[in-house]
């Protein structure tokens, strides 16, 4: 949008972070039914299904669940996303449901390189490369996104086992950081300031704002 001047630039604010989240997200529900197991198809359809009886029973049959959502650890053994901050990423984790040890390689990324864009999904694939390693067979859920809130995924399987150290890792030794090694916090249980709004109530992020401000 244009400033005093009249001149148009970009404007950041404080929904990047959430906007984000987002945009990643709805990434990886997009790659979703590609990358399902057959099990969670069929639970899919059950859903779908006592979804469609509640609304046309009024709910006199039964009850409408929620929407289905997979477990994520069903459909891949590891997960590359998009390090470009600490909301950003406990955003991902929250939205996909995805434990603190699945997200820990991408926070770790976020530790020692900080925000290298969508380069991060590759230091965050080296580190497990360089700690746990990958194994032939296992797959990778590659989370990336750019300019225009555009996000890209992309989907691996490991043809042979890997298990080298790479020059950027090399100072761990080949040993994996634990949730205690990082700044803050990531277990799905612990709430920060710098958390999204819905995850909270009103009333609780009215209380964390005074508390901020204050």
Not at 35 to 51: D, K, L, R, S
Not at 134 to 153: C, E, F, N, P, Y
Request: aromatic share 10%.
């Amino acid at each position: 949008e244009p400033d005093e001047e009249g001149i148009n630039g970009c404007v950041i604010t404080k929904t990047l972070p959430s906007e984000a989240a987002s945009v990643l997200d709805k990434g990886v529900r997009k790659m979703t039914p590609r990358i399902m197991t057959w099990g969670q198809y069929a639970e899919a359809a059950v859903n779908y299904f006592q979804i469609g009886v509640a609304r046309l029973s009024s709910g006199k049959l039964c009850t409408a669940p929620r929407p289905y959502q997979p477990d994520y650890t069903r459909c891949a053994d590891y997960f590359l996303m998009h390090a470009g901050g600490y909301a950003i990423l406990r955003g991902i984790q929250k939205g996909l449901r995805l434990p603190a040890e699945q997200m820990l390689p991408s926070f770790a990324s976020l530790r020692d390189f900080g925000n290298t864009s969508s380069a991060s999904t590759w230091y965050t694939w080296s580190y497990i490369e360089s700690t746990n390693g990958v194994r032939k067979g296992q797959t990778v859920l590659q989370v990336g996104v750019g300019g225009g809130m555009k996000s890209g995924v992309a989907y691996w399987r490991a043809l042979r086992d890997v298990r080298d150290i790479h020059p950027c890792w090399a100072h761990l030794g080949g040993k994996a950081l634990t949730e205690a090694d990082l700044p803050r916090p990531i277990s799905n249980t612990y709430k920060s300031i710098f958390d999204l709004p819905s995850t909270r109530t009103a009333a609780e992020q009215q209380q964390v704002i005074q508390t901020a401000n204050a």
